[in-house]
Every structure is written in structure tokens, then in C-alpha cells.
């Protein structure tokens, strides 16, 4: 099962992506968690991102595809992916469309993470992580409404998407958050992917 997580930085997506890839055996794929391990190897890549990481700004589709075309080459992707903060742009959705069609895997859910700006604020202060300056926040938030909403119309049209409200204990998202992905994965067509699991 391929599925991919839309939301706001600060919204869950993190702590629910680790959750449901331990519960339905998925490879936990973060696009931060793989710019910040090749930033911190010294790749090239990771140096390329490390201004617009510092900035809090989304780092080029040219320097994230690839990492994102690397990780999911590798075996264990075979048997299911959680896209955590990947696609954020039309362009990395296209991407990532080409990837799974040379796989000959289809997506089955998109799940966005529906949270007010005030709830991510107070959530981002007691994170504390070296990007969540009130700056940098403000600067992901511009950015997210601008290239990472028309992501949602784009698997919108598509019948991929649900809209999950993120606000409430880590639990209670987590129910609402599976309910979505078995209510999308029980219309997929069951054809189109041999490895899908009744
Ligand atoms: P995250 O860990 O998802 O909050 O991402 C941290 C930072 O990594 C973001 O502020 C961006 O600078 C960068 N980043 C993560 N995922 C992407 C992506 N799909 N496209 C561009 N930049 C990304």
C-alpha cells in the first residue's frame, strides 16, 4: 500500500506517520528526515538543501525527487510506503505518479491534515526544533498554502483524498486517520495492485 500525508508543519504528521507505518507495515519515507540525514552525511544533495532547510523554505523538486527516487527504490519500499511530507508540489506530485507507474504500484490514499493556524503555533513553541523559528514558520506556513494546497484539489479530483481534522490526542487522530485509509483502500481497485491485502 502506497500512502501519502498532505498537512501544515506542526500538524501530526510526524508522530501519525510513524504510528500507522509500525501498525500496517509501511516504510516510514520523511522527505525532511531524508534531507536532514544527507545534510548530515555530507552528501551533496544534503549541502545543496541545507540553505533553504535553514531558511524553512521547500528545497528545489531537482535536489528532492531524486533522494525521494533513491529511498524508494530500495527493496523494503516493495512492501508499502507512507510518503510523510512528500509530494508538497504539483511538480513532486507528477513525480511521484511517474515513480509509481514504473513500479506498476498505484497510490491508494491521501490524507490531509486539517489544523487552524493558532493550534500550530502553540504546537510548533513546544516543539522547539532549530527551524521553528516564529520566521521559518511563518515562511512554511506562505509556502505550504501556496504550492502544497492545490496538492489536495489534484488527488481531490482523483477520489484519493480525505480530509482528517488533526486537532485532539494523538489517539483520536490516529483513529480518524486509519478510518480514512481503510474507507479509500476498500474502493481502490483491487486489480491494479497484487500485493494489496483483502
Ligand atoms: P519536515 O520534517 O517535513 O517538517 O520538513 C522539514 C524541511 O525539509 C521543510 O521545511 C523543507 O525545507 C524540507 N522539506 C521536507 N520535505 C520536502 C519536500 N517534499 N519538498 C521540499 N522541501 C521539503
Given at each position: 500500500m502506497r500512502i501519502v500525508f498532505i498537512g501544515p508543519?506542526?500538524?501530526?504528521k510526524g508522530t501519525q506517520s510513524l504510528r500507522l507505518a509500525a501498525a500496517r507495515g509501511l516504510v516510514h519515507l520523511s522527505t525532511g528526515d531524508v534531507l536532514r540525514l544527507a545534510r548530515a552525511r555530507g552528501e551533496a544533495a544534503g549541502l545543496a538543501a541545507a540553505r533553504f532547510l535553514d531558511a524553512g523554505e521547500l528545497v528545489p523538486d531537482e535536489i528532492v525527487v531524486p533522494l525521494v527516487a533513491d529511498r524508494f527504490a530500495d527493496d523494503d519500499c516493495r512492501r508499502g510506503c507512507l510518503f510523510d511530507?512528500?509530494?508538497?508540489t504539483l511538480g513532486q506530485a507528477e513525480a511521484l505518479d511517474g515513480l509509481l507507474a514504473d513500479r506498476g504500484v498505484p497510490l491508494e490514499a491521501a490524507v490531509e491534515f486539517v489544523i487552524p493556524h493558532e493550534e500550530l503555533f502553540l504546537r510548533l513553541a513546544k516543539r522547539?526544533?532549530?527551524?521553528?523559528t516564529d520566521e521559518t514558520v511563518h515562511a512554511r506556513l506562505r509556502e505550504y498554502a501556496r504550492l502544497t494546497v492545490p496538492l489536495a484539489d489534484y488527488y481531490e479530483r482523483r477520489g484519493l483524498l480525505r480530509r482528517v481534522d488533526?486537532?485532539?490526542a494523538p489517539d483520536e487522530v490516529f483513529a480518524r486517520v486509519s478510518a480514512a485509509i481503510d474507507d479509500l483502500a476498500s474502493r481502490a481497485p483491487r486489480s491494479a495492485d497484487p500485493s494489496r491485502t483483502p
Open positions: 508543519p506542526g500538524a501530526g511530507g512528500f509530494p508538497r522547539g526544533r532549530s527551524d521553528d488533526a486537532v485532539g
